[in-house]
Every structure is written in structure tokens, then in C-alpha cells.
């Protein structure tokens, strides 16, 4: 008797392509799929590997994927790299950002590129390529982020791979590591930084997706003030929101 061939696992989220959508929210913490997996109908979730996990559900009879990477670019484009060979074509990051250039804690922050200080990049392409968002995605989230409350922004994000050695100096010693960072925002006039989004703009580019990177501004780089648990609460459910209205947009399903 011939056996029927089982459907091929991706080897990291284990996911198969039956299981995810053309449209994918990548996550860092892995925290927020419950979390957004309430903002969602129908979830199916594949089994957590090495942390990694993902769900896709439904939102207006449009199937979404949401998956969490937990922190870095490195595994931020192992995770995108299995979902688009899964066979989707849209990625939204959606995390948390510092954020400078007028903006405030708890704004949203909308990367249209990305200064490329991270390594991870440059296993993709040259120095010279550009870590650009997908201005068709970009036009659909500014038009839903026109059309709620909190103040955003639009603008350059730089992505870096140190957190406590290029953007987060702990409080005692080693003054000056965030030196680069600072003269980052103030050369480029940067609106966000993080450690993911420039990797995933060329990744994504280079692998035939249309990405962006919506954030809130959860830390102010000069004075390393937090936002509080209590808005951050209140903005990562905002957060949610847009990013699955965006992603269930007519153009993006069409793509199907
Ligand atoms: O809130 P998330 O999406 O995890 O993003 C940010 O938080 C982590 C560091 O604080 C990094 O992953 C950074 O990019
Ligand atoms: O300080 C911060 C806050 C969010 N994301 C980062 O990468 N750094």
C-alpha cells in the first residue's frame, strides 16, 4: 500500500503550509500570541519549538498568522524565512521601539526604512542595498493609523544588535556605549531603533515579501525613561488592532 506524503513541517516553527496565511505579524515576545490570539477568531496553534511559536487565525473572514521570534535579527529572519517558504508574502513586525525626533512614549512609530546596524543583513546583501518598508503595506497602515487616536510617526529606524552594548547602557559603568546611537538619531534624525527591523526590510525584500515594521515608542533614548506597564498594556492592544485591520486589507489578500 502507498503511503499518502505528509505535509512538509517547517524545521524551526514547525509549522505547515496549510497552516499559515499569506499575511504574518512577527512578534518578538513570545508573550503577546495569547495576547493577540484574543484579538483573533478561529486560532489554530502549532505546537511551541524552542520557543518559537505561532498561531494563525481569522479576522473578518481574512486568515492571519502571527508568529514570535522572542529578541534579535538573527532568529527574527530564521522565523520569516520559514514562514515565506510556508508561502507567505506579507510581514508586519510589530514590537517595541526607542523613539526619538518629536516622538513620545506610547506613540506608534512606522518604519519607511532603516539604517542597517545590525550583521544580520549583510548575509542577505551588500552594504549599499537599502533597508526600505513596502509602500503599498505602508500606504494601508498609515491610512488605519489615520483613522484612530494615539499620535504616530513615520520615518527612519536603525537596528542594532547590542542591546546593553549599543543602546541600553546599564546604570552603573561603561559610559559611552550608546555614543553611536545617539549620533545615529541625531545624524539621521531616526524616529525608532530597535534590534530586528533593518534585517527584516532586506530579508524580506530579498525574498520577495512585501515588510514593515510598526512600533510603539516604549523607551526615550536619551533619557532611558520606560513607558509605564499600564500604557504599554493599553497601546499593545491599539497595536494589535492595526496591525490586523492593515493586514486583512483587500490588496494584501489579493495576493493570494
Ligand atoms: O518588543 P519587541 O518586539 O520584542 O522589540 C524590542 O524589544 C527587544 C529588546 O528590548 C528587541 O527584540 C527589540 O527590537
Ligand atoms: O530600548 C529599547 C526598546 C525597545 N527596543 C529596543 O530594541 N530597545
Not at 500500500?1 to 499575511?23: C, F, H, L, N
Not at 533619557?223 to 492595526?242: N, P, R, V
Request: proline share 4%; net charge negative; aromatic share 6%.
Amino acid at each position: 500500500m502507498t503511503k499518502t506524503p505528509e505535509e512538509k513541517r517547517a524545521w524551526y516553527i514547525g509549522a505547515k503550509e496549510s497552516q499559515v496565511a499569506d499575511v504574518a505579524i512577527l512578534i518578538g515576545d513570545p508573550g503577546r500570541i495569547d495576547r493577540i490570539a484574543l484579538h483573533l477568531d478561529d486560532v489554530e496553534r502549532i505546537p511551541v519549538n524552542r520557543g518559537l511559536q505561532t498561531i494563525t487565525g481569522t479576522r473578518n473572514g481574512c486568515r492571519i498568522t502571527a508568529s514570535a521570534f522572542g529578541m534579535g535579527a538573527p532568529i527574527a529572519v530564521v522565523v520569516m524565512e520559514e514562514l515565506r517558504a510556508l508561502g507567505v508574502r506579507s510581514f508586519l513586525r510589530i514590537g517595541t521601539a526607542m523613539a526619538a525626533s518629536g516622538r513620545s512614549l506610547g506613540d506608534f512609530v512606522l518604519a519607511d526604512s532603516a539604517l542597517r546596524r545590525e550583521g544580520t543583513s549583510d548575509s542577505y546583501a551588500p552594504p549599499g542595498y537599502p533597508a526600505v518598508s513596502d509602500p503599498e503595506l505602508n500606504a494601508i497602515i498609515l491610512k488605519h493609523l489615520a483613522q484612530q487616536e494615539r499620535p504616530y510617526g513615520a520615518g527612519m529606524f536603525a537596528s542594532y544588535d547590542g542591546f546593553y552594548s549599543q543602546m541600553f547602557d546599564l546604570p552603573s559603568s561603561r559610559g559611552g556605549v550608546r555614543d553611536a546611537l545617539l549620533s545615529d538619531i541625531e545624524k539621521f534624525g531616526l524616529i525608532g531603533a530597535d534590534m530586528e527591523t533593518s534585517a527584516l526590510l532586506v530579508a524580506g525584500r530579498m525574498l520577495g515579501a512585501r515588510t514593515s515594521s510598526l512600533c510603539v515608542a516604549t523607551v526615550d533614548p536619551i533619557t532611558q525613561k520606560k513607558l509605564d506597564i499600564e500604557d504599554m498594556a493599553a497601546a499593545e492592544k491599539d497595536l494589535f488592532e492595526i496591525a490586523i485591520e492593515s493586514l486583512s486589507s483587500s490588496t494584501l489578500q489579493e495576493t493570494r
